[in-house]
């Protein structure tokens, strides 16, 4: 449908295809962005329905009716987040795989998370807690000094 719509005669076939692959990209986005906001939804209706089923047992503790019906709702819950854990670890594979012939990337994306992680961001100096990066970095600067100054 696309070439047959979108196929004059004066442009470049290359630009047809790059127009094309946009387009294809934009309706693979789409189809995806829905595709996720319909798991979200029944994800949630599912926790709601648990919520206000385990609100009534709570009112007839003795209604096996209804604890079998959490129950069934807890499975299905269970199976929705195992499908969302399933999916996120296969994009993880899928990047690592991406990534395994570019170790520059993922060694420079790896070292800058560990990087992130070791980083002081707050300092508790005589009882003050100090935020600012400058003030961190004044701070070990007059520790530092101090330490060698005495050796």
Do not use: C
Request: aromatic share 10%; hydrophobic share 35%.
């Amino acid at each position: 449908d696309y070439f047959k719509m979108n196929l004059p005669q004066h442009t470049n076939s290359l630009t047809n295809w790059d127009a094309f692959k946009a387009v294809l990209r934009g309706q693979l986005i789409y189809l995806n962005k829905a595709q996720k906001q319909k798991n979200e939804k029944i994800r949630t209706q599912i926790e709601d329905q648990i919520k206000n089923k385990e609100l009534k047992l709570k009112k007839k503790p003795k209604d096996n009716k209804l604890a079998q019906e959490i129950k069934l709702l807890q499975t299905q819950l269970d199976n929705a987040l195992t499908k969302e854990t399933e999916w996120l670890l296969k994009k993880t594979k899928q990047r690592e795989f991406e990534w395994a012939n570019k170790p520059g990337k993922l060694l420079a994306w790896r070292l800058k998370n560990i990087k992130d992680r070791k980083r002081v961001v707050r300092l508790l100096r005589e009882g003050k807690e100090i935020t600012k990066h400058e003030e961190i970095k004044h701070e070990f600067f007059k520790f530092y000094a101090k330490l060698y100054n005495k050796i």
